[in-house]
């Protein structure tokens, strides 16, 4: 384009050759930010707090609520198995919702099942529930210590909150389970 006069040029041409100089320029300017190690991790954790405020307001605004894991008082519940869906707790992630039901559901067969079964079946499903209990105890335990640091995004905060509920559920209901099958055990009877 070296003989060619700007009238030949079409105005659109000229109109994308400004925007590319004026991201070129903006370009420039980022990349000068750039140069001062300092300068840009302040920046950038400055960008990420307000990202992060921005986000919980959009929540909040929507109806979330980040404290409603104290909604339901596990220790007012005996059987959670006891409660209608009405009084469940409340989980924000689905996939909880739906763990939840399934663990409802598994625990309630149970519940019968002990009613007929021998013995030696209810001894080995007391081992495993004990093992079981242990497992959930330990990762009630990371949850909370997890959540006492402080440092994570709210995003975070409100999964790890909603976790440590599903393990108090599933620890309540597996204490439940555990010492109808020790009276099993020790009465002997089918």
């Known amino acids: 384009m070296q003989n060619t006069d700007l009238t030949s040029v079409s105005p659109s041409t000229v109109k994308e050759d400004k925007e590319f100089k004026k991201t070129d320029r903006e370009l420039d300017t980022d990349s000068?930010?750039?140069?001062?190690d300092e300068d840009s991790a302040d920046a950038l954790r400055a960008r990420e707090?307000?990202?992060?405020?921005?986000?919980?307001?959009?929540l909040q605004a929507g109806g979330f609520n980040f404290e409603e894991e104290n909604d339901f008082d596990f220790d007012a519940v005996d059987n959670i198995l006891d409660l209608n869906e009405t009084t469940f707790p409340k989980f924000t992630l689905a996939k909880n919702?739906?763990?939840?039901l399934?663990?409802?559901?598994w625990y309630r067969q149970k519940?019968?099942?002990?009613?007929?079964a021998p013995v030696s079946g209810v001894t080995k499903l007391f081992k495993q529930q004990s093992k079981e209990l242990e497992?959930?105890?330990?990762?009630?335990?990371?949850y909370e210590m997890e959540l006492e640091t402080g440092t994570l995004t709210p995003?975070?905060?409100?999964?790890?909150?909603?976790e440590l509920k599903m393990c108090k559920v599933q620890e309540k209901m597996a204490v439940h389970l555990i010492s109808k099958l020790q009276v099993k055990i020790k009465s002997g009877r089918r």
Not at 51 to 57: G, H
Not at 102 to 105: F, K, N, T
Not at 135 to 142: F, L, P, Q, T
């Open 49 to 58: 707090e307000a990202e992060a405020a921005i986000e919980l307001e959009k």
């Open 155 to 162: 995003s975070q905060r409100s999964y790890r909150r909603d």
């Open 135 to 142: 497992g959930i105890r330990a990762s009630k335990m990371d």
């Open 102 to 105: 399934r663990m409802v559901s």
């Open 97 to 100: 919702k739906a763990r939840f």
């Open 32 to 36: 000068d930010d750039l140069d001062s």
């Open 111 to 116: 519940e019968e099942w002990i009613e007929v």
